[in-house]
C-alpha cells in the first residue's frame, strides 16, 4: 500500500486545512486509516482514525470538536479537516493504514498500522 499525504502548509490560528491521504496498491475500502502527528521534540502521537466501512472515528482528546476525519472509497481517498487550529496543532501529519480490521479500542494505536504515508507539515502560527 503506498500513502501520499497532502494538504499541509501554514495557516494562522483560528483557521483551516484540509489534509488529503490517497491510497493505491490496495483495495481501499478493505483498509482502516487512521491520522497522527509528530511535533518537534515529541514523539507522535494519534489524532484520528476512520473504519474501513467509515463508521467508529474516534478522535484524540486534543482535536476531538475541532477535526474531522472522513474517506471517500470511491477516490481512495481519507481526508482530515482541521479547524479552529491552535500553535499546538503544529506537527507533521502522518496518514497510516492496516487491513487488519481493528477493534475501536485499538485504533488509536501506532503499533497496529503496517502502512505509513510520507508526512505533511502543518504549521499554525501568526
Known amino acids: 500500500v503506498q500513502l501520499q499525504a497532502s494538504g499541509g502548509g501554514l495557516v494562522q490560528p483560528g483557521g ?3 489534509l488529503s491521504c490517497a491510497a493505491s496498491g490496495r483495495t481501499f475500502s478493505s483498509l482502516d486509516m487512521g ?11 494519534f489524532v ?8 467508529s472515528t474516534p478522535y484524540s482528546g486534543s482535536v476531538k470538536g475541532r477535526f474531522s476525519i472522513s474517506r471517500d472509497n470511491a477516490r481512495t481517498t481519507v481526508y482530515l479537516q482541521m479547524n ?7 506537527a507533521i501529519y502522518y496518514c497510516a ?5 481493528l477493534i475501536t479500542s485499538t485504533m488509536t494505536l501506532e503499533r497496529m498500522y503496517d502502512y505509513w504515508g510520507q ?3 502543518v504549521t499554525v502560527s501568526s
Not at 48 to 55: D, E
Not at 84 to 90: G, Q, V
Not at 97 to 101: F, L
Request: aromatic fraction near 6%; proline fraction near 5%.
Open 16 to 18: 483551516s486545512l484540509r
Open 35 to 45: 491520522w497522527f502527528r509528530q511535533a518537534p521534540g515529541k514523539e507522535r502521537e
Open 48 to 55: 484520528a482514525a476512520i473504519r474501513k466501512s467509515g463508521g
Open 84 to 90: 479552529s487550529l491552535k500553535p499546538e496543532d503544529t
Open 97 to 101: 493504514a492496516t487491513g487488519r480490521g
Open 119 to 121: 508526512g505533511t507539515q
